[in-house]
């Protein structure tokens, strides 16, 4: 089973900044298969980039993935005050299994 | 639109089960997966288990295996989850959500609103 770290832990920046947020695997994702979600308090997970880089329906072309292999990065181009929340990534498939999580924060 | 509607709260004494119920609308149920993620307080997302109605079989993490049962009614268009044996650890809110991919992805684009459950004597 692959292990999800994500860094950082916490990432302050301010409405208008670039946030960068890294996932690495333990175990090369086979197919791409690496989603990242966003979840704010009291909410339910929303699915933002699938395919590492697929973005999900109605979501803004602020947010954009990159990364394979291993190495994987979730970014959003200019911040919103919509956009501080925590994110995760996740490697799909049979047995899914998330990262820790990042959260950002103003 | 997809909708996923779980049951309300529950308070459950160590060593008893929860049985969590979500009733999806909207869409096909029986050609997509639902799967059970859960999330203690303040801590990340963990996936339980997930089934594909059509096929009615149910695959479960291997640290859940042998205390859940995910089950599906076609009828009513409603999954189930059972957790037994429950401890403290246990207490949580627990998501049902969808594959975005017809015969199951393990990526989840429909989410339910959530079931809080709370262990406790």
């Known amino acids: 089973e692959s292990v999800l770290t994500q860094s950082p832990g916490t990432l302050s920046l301010s409405p208008g900044q670039r946030a960068t947020l890294s996932c690495r695997a333990s175990q090369s994702v086979t197919y791409n298969y690496l989603a990242w979600y966003q979840q704010k308090p009291g909410q339910a997970p929303r699915l933002l980039i699938y395919g590492a880089s697929s973005r999900a329906t109605g979501v803004p072309d602020r947010f954009s993935g990159s990364g394979s292999g291993t190495d994987f990065t979730l970014t959003i181009s200019r911040l919103e005050p919509e956009d501080f929340a925590v994110y995760y990534c996740?490697?799909?498939?049979?047995?899914?299994?998330f990262g820790q999580g990042t959260k950002l924060e103003i | 639109q997809v909708q996923l509607v779980q049951s309300g709260a529950e308070v459950k004494k160590p060593g008893s089960s929860v049985r969590v119920s979500c009733k999806a609308s909207?869409?096909?149920?029986?050609?997509?997966?639902i799967h059970w993620v859960r999330q203690a307080p303040g801590q990340g997302l963990e996936w339980m288990g997930g089934i594909i109605p059509v096929f009615g079989t149910a695959d479960y993490a291997q640290r859940f295996q042998g205390r859940v049962t995910i089950t599906a009614d076609e009828s009513t268009s409603t999954v189930y989850m059972e957790l037994r044996s429950l401890r403290s650890e246990d207490t949580a809110v627990f998501y049902c959500a969808r594959d975005r991919v017809r015969g199951g992805s393990g990526m989840f684009d429909y989410w339910g609103q959530g079931t809080l459950v709370i262990v406790s004597s």
């Open positions: 909207g869409g096909n149920f029986k050609s997509y997966g």
């Open positions: 996740q490697h799909y498939g049979n047995s899914p299994t």
